[in-house]
Nanobody, 123 residues
Framework: QVQLVESGGGLVQAGGSLRLSCVAS????????MGWFRRAPGKEREFVAT????????NYADSVKGRFTISRDNTKNTVYLQMSSLKPEDTAVYYC????????????????WGQGTQVTVSS
């Protein structure tokens, strides 16, 4: 089992920045690919970014490319999502997720999920 706890969400004005954190516990963190996903009101959950266990590869949704950066610190069992140039359409509950092995962009392939953290971007 892997337990995930997100933090760092909040209310920010358009153009602002936030950094989300997700702390993992329970297994060897570096064995797990990590992903960030989000669900906006009335919409399906969508892929945001992924990172391999060794940080050698990252992947981003087109809607956040160039604005968001995913990173991880395996010594702290933590994955981050640095969000800049935020837009109102980034408003959503953000979830981190873990899967053993390689990265995938499909949320269905992630076994472990955090409780989510709300990000609200005002215009």
């Amino acid at each position: 089992q892997v337990q995930l706890v997100e933090s760092g969400g909040g209310l920010v004005q358009a153009g602002g920045s936030l950094r989300l954190s997700c702390v993992a516990s329970g297994r060897t963190f570096s064995d797990y690919a990590m992903g960030w996903f989000r669900r906006a009101p009335g919409k399906e959950r969508e892929f945001v970014a992924t990172i391999t266990g060794t940080s050698d590869n990252t992947n981003y949704a087109d809607s956040v490319k160039g604005r968001f950066t995913i990173s991880r610190d395996n010594t702290k069992n933590t994955v981050y999502l640095q969000m800049s140039s935020l837009k109102p359409e980034d408003t959503a509950v953000y979830y981190c997720a873990a899967r053993f092995g390689s990265v995938r962009v499909s949320s269905n392939l992630y076994s472990y999920w955090g409780q989510g953290t709300q990000v609200t971007v005002s215009s």
